[in-house]
């Protein structure tokens, strides 16, 4: 008895395979595209506390040089910047005194608001 051949696909299992050939190649499609070259080398599992980037380069003696006359600029409130710290002007702060209690304050605020 010769062996029974294998049922032919009729018309109603056709379209199934269409769509999932499809899906197939657009996820394939789509993960062999994820691989750029940017993607490569970089650290996927992270240890909390541990830096696992790049070394850093050490700096050169002008650089470290020129830090350190940054820091001291800073330090002394040279920068000519209006930080907010003392600078040494001898020009007093341009600051309102502070209301004896808020009442008052309010009651100052909606003078002058008023126009009188």
Same mark, same amino acid.
């Given at each position: 008895?010769?062996?029974?051949?294998?049922?032919?696909?009729?018309?109603?299992?056709?379209?199934?395979?269409?769509?999932?050939?499809?899906?197939?190649?657009?996820?394939?499609?789509?993960?062999?595209?994820?691989?750029?070259?940017?993607?490569?080398?970089?650290?996927?599992?992270?240890?909390?506390?541990?830096?696992? #980037?790049? /070394?850093? @380069?050490?700096?050169?003696?002008?650089?470290?040089? !020129?830090?350190?006359?940054? &820091?001291?600029?800073? *330090? +002394? #409130?040279? /920068?000519? @910047?209006?930080?907010?710290?003392?600078?040494?002007? !001898?020009?007093?702060?341009? &600051?309102?005194?502070? *209301? +004896?209690?808020?009442?008052?304050?309010?009651?100052?605020?909606?003078?002058?608001?008023?126009?009188?």
């Amino acid at each position: 008895m010769p062996a029974p051949r294998p049922a032919k696909m009729d018309d109603t299992m056709r379209p199934m395979w269409a769509p999932l050939t499809m899906v197939f190649l657009t996820v394939a499609a789509v993960s062999l595209g994820a691989c750029r070259e940017d993607e490569q080398g970089r650290v996927l599992l992270f240890n909390k506390g541990v830096y696992l #980037g790049k /070394a850093d @380069t050490d700096i050169t003696a002008d650089v470290r040089r !020129a830090l350190g006359h940054r &820091i001291q600029r800073q *330090a +002394s #409130g040279g /920068a000519g @910047t209006s930080g907010g710290g003392a600078s040494g002007s !001898a020009t007093p702060p341009n &600051i309102r005194p502070p *209301a +004896s209690t808020p009442i008052d304050a309010l009651r100052e605020r909606l003078r002058h608001q008023s126009g009188n």
